[in-house]
């Protein structure tokens, strides 16, 4: 049974950044999408980038092109997430989550079968 772990979060400066890390167990992320979302309070769970088993990734807020950067490391098992120019409005819970793939990616959190406990995320001066 694959297991995340979330770890990074925390309370940064606007224009500060963070490197969120989704560690495995149970099983290898090589044939999985990984999807990082997030959740502000009282609005529902967005997703935020995907990253295929290629390594390719998609990004799916358009106010976080060209600040995140999301990135797997097969060989540690694990995936990450680098937001750099950190904005109030990115405040919020962070959770990766996990999908056997065999290309696609998703944004939408209903077909991962995996999700970390999350991680906060807050912006603030």
């Known amino acids: 049974q694959l297991q995340l772990v979330e770890s990074g979060g925390g309370l940064v400066q606007p224009g500060g950044s963070l490197r969120l890390s989704c560690a495995a167990s149970?099983?290898?992320?090589?044939?999985?999408?990984i999807g990082w979302f997030r959740q502000a309070p009282g609005k529902e769970r967005e997703g935020v980038s995907c990253v295929r088993v290629s390594g390719g990734s998609t990004y799916y807020i358009d106010s976080v092109k060209g600040r995140f950067t999301a990135s797997r490391d097969n060989a540690k098992n694990t995936a990450f997430l680098q937001m750099n120019s950190l904005k109030p409005e990115d405040t919020g819970v962070y959770y990766c989550a996990a999908r056997r793939s065999w290309g696609s990616c998703y944004g939408s959190p209903t077909p991962y079968n995996y999700w970390g406990q999350g991680t906060q995320v807050t912006v603030s001066s």
């Open positions: 149970g099983s290898t992320l090589d044939d999985y999408a």
